[in-house]
């Protein structure tokens, strides 16, 4: 029961559509009007735009995050009997689309910023590996560095998940760019959102885009001739002409997080039994962009309690399991001790443009409150 009559949802949905409405709608009935619903210029011009922003060869607009990861996988010729290993502490999504491409997901810790443990990737390398997907959690780029090194070192592939990091950077790198394939997801609480699913598939490689573009439309090359299988999965027409209007606010958007992420640092950072997401400012290496503000508490379940019952939404990431805690998809005696105790541990606490400075002060002074501070 919401004790104060103040409401601080967690996400504001209705928001997506409000904050650039009479441009949506124009741009919507722009769409319409012409008829342009599938691979049309809209498309083609929020590509070009994405491309100019992360500083890639080729982006290519998919039908949602998953299938970016699944033909990402597929072109890069990921298939039975190879592994590829991945942190646990990721979406379900992450280790489904090595799955369905008959491949094997070799789970890893993470490590303290929540990221992929660098130290754990080399353990796991077994002569059936060929390929590291980091996971670029939470607006957050991982150690590419050590990364990149370990893959140099076995001779395997990298494939970002960045489904959580348009326009996170490591050393002034854009996540998505690192490895041979990158993937961001377009869903609507995501970074940068449309009205449904949406993704991208991002790659520096000329016959990887060209296997990318013939999976995304079912093996058909740009004379219409179908010279490959390929399946169905392009990004709509009618969501990337959405995407277009928003994408021109996205750099004040990221900026915008970045500041709350900042007064949450400021206000908390005093609490000794939290531990916060690295402030905006303090390590030169990364540019965070903040998808989520994940924080830890060692009580972490009373704690998501009472900003429930003082109306501040909350979340535990993925359904409060990491992925080898899904036994029902045969992950079984798996140990990563590191990744339970964050699971025990992780809260997320609103983060979005939506939020007024007031609104993260209330969540702030209420957390205090909580904690007695």
């Known amino acids: 029961m919401n004790v104060t009559g103040r409401n601080v949802p967690f996400f504001n949905y209705p928001w997506v559509y409000k904050e650039h409405e009479e441009e949506i709608l124009t741009a919507m009935k722009d769409v319409m009007s012409r008829g342009a619903f599938i691979l049309q210029k809209d498309m083609e011009e929020f590509e070009e735009a994405v491309k100019k922003f992360i500083t890639a060869k080729h982006v290519l607009g998919v039908a949602d995050g998953t299938n970016a990861l699944i033909i ?13 290993i991945i942190p646990s502490h990721t979406y379900i999504a992450s280790a489904a689309s090595i799955h369905l491409v008959g491949a094997t997901p070799v789970l890893v810790e993470c490590g303290v910023d929540h990221m992929i443990d660098v130290t754990d990737i080399e353990r796991a390398v ?35 998940d960045s489904a959580q990091a348009l326009g996170s950077k490591y050393k002034g790198q854009n996540a998505g760019t690192f490895g041979l394939v990158g993937t961001f997801s377009l869903y609507p609480a995501k970074l940068l959102g449309c009205f449904g699913d949406g993704g991208l598939v991002v790659t520096n490689d000329d016959a990887i885009a060209e296997q ?7 093996g058909r090359n740009d004379a219409g001739e179908v010279v490959a299988w390929g399946t169905n999965c392009r990004l709509d027409n009618l969501q990337a002409a959405v995407l277009n209007v928003k994408f021109k606010y996205y750099e004040k958007d990221l900026e915008r997080r970045r500041e709350i992420a900042q007064i949450y640092n400021d206000a908390l ?3 000794s039994d939290l531990i916060l ?16 503000y994940e924080i830890e508490s060692g009580q972490r379940n009373e704690l998501k309690q009472f900003l429930s019952d003082n109306g501040v939404g909350t979340l535990i990431q993925f359904g ?8 029902e998809l045969g992950f079984k005696n798996i140990s990563l001790p590191f990744t339970e105790k964050v699971y025990e541990r992780a809260l997320m606490l609103p983060m979005n443009t939506s939020l007024s400075n007031d609104d993260v002060e209330y969540v702030c002074d209420q957390i205090k409150q909580f904690y007695g501070a």
């Open 212 to 218: 990318l573009s013939l999976w995304r439309d079912h």
């Open 126 to 160: 077994t002569e059936k590996t060929k390929a590291i997907m980091p996971v670029q959690l939470n607006g957050r780029t991982a150690d590419m560095d050590s990364i990149r090194s370990i893959a140099n070192k076995h001779g395997l592939m990298i494939i970002e």
């Open 72 to 84: 990402g996988l597929k072109a890069m010729g990921i298939g039975k009997d190879d592994e590829v």
């Open 277 to 292: 997401p690295a402030p905006p400012m303090e390590d030169s290496e990364h540019f965070d962009v903040y998808q989520n």
């Open 269 to 271: 950072s005093p609490i």
């Open 320 to 327: 409060a399991k990491a992925v080898h805690q899904h036994k």
